[in-house]
């Protein structure tokens, strides 16, 4: 019977602790960390060990999972707090939203230490999360990958887990997965604003349109919204748009309608809370209502 490897898992959020606690019912001996000690706390209750700090994982974990909130701290992180630790045969499995070049750099850096990085960004919230059914987007080096396979279908299932390539490619689809959903709800609330802009009543819209065959899922669930004074409320993936941007840009190709979304939100104040951050308002950007 092979030994399950030690994990240490860094970020122990909504999506993380749920994570380490579909880990540890899976028998897998397990560390956690986070800046919060009402979230290690947790994971000690569920027979977990808590590190004092990223490096001590490191330094006594085989394994090191991350899922942290941006890909800013996540880079912070992993190249100024276990890119200095990590030893030959450790593996980091990240579950974040990371921009795809700099987890292509940060693979480098790793593999050049005898490290590999697997970038496994996850969709499905803190509800797939607990469930362990998670689409599951990988990236790495294949051989690894197929190592660590049991401890993803551990996290995310093994239904919605898709091998996508080399490292940062699960990155970019986590990234089309993203664009298709913000790109998607920031098109629907364009066409209604045009409809409420232009002196019609948003239910009037929904009675018009959600029954009609071809927009009846998409529209009739944005225009439900609208109806209720939500509009404001309607994410674009905002926070993520300067990711997918900055990889278009190093990559040499445009994305017009992504970078005219984010132009126009950024403008707007930070009014709503999206994705758990504060967001500007993409609906009020367009109609200047404010919700109530």
């Not at 942290?68 to 990240?94: C, K």
């Not at 790495?140 to 995310?156: D, F, K, N």
């Not at 409809?195 to 669930?221: H, K, P, Y």
């Amino acid at each position: 019977m092979n030994r399950l490897p030690t994990i240490g898992f860094i970020g122990l959020g909504a999506m993380g602790g749920a994570m380490a606690r579909n880990l540890l019912a899976a028998g897998y001996p397990l560390a956690g960390f986070d800046l919060k000690a009402e979230l290690t706390g947790a994971i000690a209750q569920a027979g977990g060990q808590i590190a004092a700090s990223v490096v001590e994982l490191v330094e006594n974990c085989a394994v090191i999972c991350t899922s942290l909130p941006s890909s800013q701290a996540w880079v912070t992180v992993a190249e100024t707090e276990i890119l200095p630790h990590v030893r030959p045969g450790q593996v980091l499995i990240d579950f974040g939203t990371v921009t795809p070049p700099e987890t292509r750099r940060l693979a480098v850096a790793f593999a050049e230490k005898g490290a590999a990085l697997i970038d496994a960004p996850v969709s499905g919230g803190p509800g797939g999360a607990q469930k362990a059914a998670l689409y599951c987007f990988v990236g790495g080096e294949p051989a690894i990958v197929a190592q660590m396979r049991p401890l993803l279908e551990t996290v995310a299932g093994s239904e919605m887990l898709t091998y996508c390539g080399p490292a940062g490619c699960g990155q970019v689809v986590k990234g089309v997965n993203q664009l298709m959903m913000g790109l998607a709800d920031a098109a629907y609330l364009e066409a209604l604003s045009f409809g409420v802009n232009s002196g019609v009543d948003a239910a009037i819209i929904e009675q018009a349109l959600g029954n009609t065959g071809r927009w009846r899922a998409d529209i009739n669930r944005t225009a439900q919204r609208v109806v209720a004074g939500e509009g404001e409320k309607v994410g674009v993936k905002f926070r993520e748009l300067p990711y997918f941007l900055r990889a278009a840009e190093e990559a040499g190709f445009e994305l017009p309608i992504t970078e005219r979304l984010h132009a126009v939100c950024d403008a707007g104040e930070r009014v709503v809370i999206d994705d758990n951050r504060p967001a500007p308002s993409f609906w009020r950007e367009l109609t200047g209502e404010e919700w109530l």
